[in-house]
């Protein structure tokens, strides 16, 4: 039997560090959303295969992924009382999901995060702008 090398993805991996590493708080937000989507789609689809054991483990890191977008609000901004709550229930309804085998139920946590990784988008996109504009002297005509 060949033993797998575990040091094969080594580059690759190295590669992922780096852009994690190297990344700015707005790329990092979306990185997260789209690797929330992502475990999303594989747990629907290993929900939907009665791979029930692989489904689990995909739905905890969709989990470990909102409580960390929960974790990291800045809640001196009257807006994070309402994300912290939106998170909240995606949270629990996560559980929820893994506890009855819904795959309705990822489906709705997705069209969430989808519509929040959107409008995390956007902000960083203006924030982007407004930058530019404020180092460019302001002029709208560049």
């Known amino acids: 039997m060949a033993m797998l090398n575990p040091y094969q993805n080594q580059p690759y991996q190295q590669y992922q560090q780096q852009q994690i590493m190297t990344a700015p708080p707005d790329k990092l937000l979306l990185m997260l959303f789209d690797g929330a989507l992502r475990f999303c789609r594989q747990a629907k689809n290993a929900l939907e295969e ?4 692989e489904a689990h ?3 905890v890191r969709v989990q470990d992924i909102v409580m960390e977008l929960e974790s990291s ?3 001196d901004y009257e807006i994070s009382s ?9 949270y629990r309804r996560l559980v929820e999901a893994n506890i009855k085998k819904d ?8 069209s969430f995060l989808t519509e929040l990784r959107e409008m995390w988008a956007e902000v960083a996109l203006q924030v982007r702008k407004e930058k ?9 005509e560049r």
């Open 73 to 75: 609000l800045n809640m």
């Open 103 to 110: 795959a309705a139920i990822l489906d709705e946590v997705s």
């Open 50 to 53: 009665a791979r029930l054991e």
């Open 57 to 59: 483990h995909h739905i």
């Open 132 to 140: 530019k504009m404020v180092a460019g002297g302001g002029d709208l």
């Open 82 to 90: 309402s994300l912290w709550a939106i998170y909240d229930y995606l």
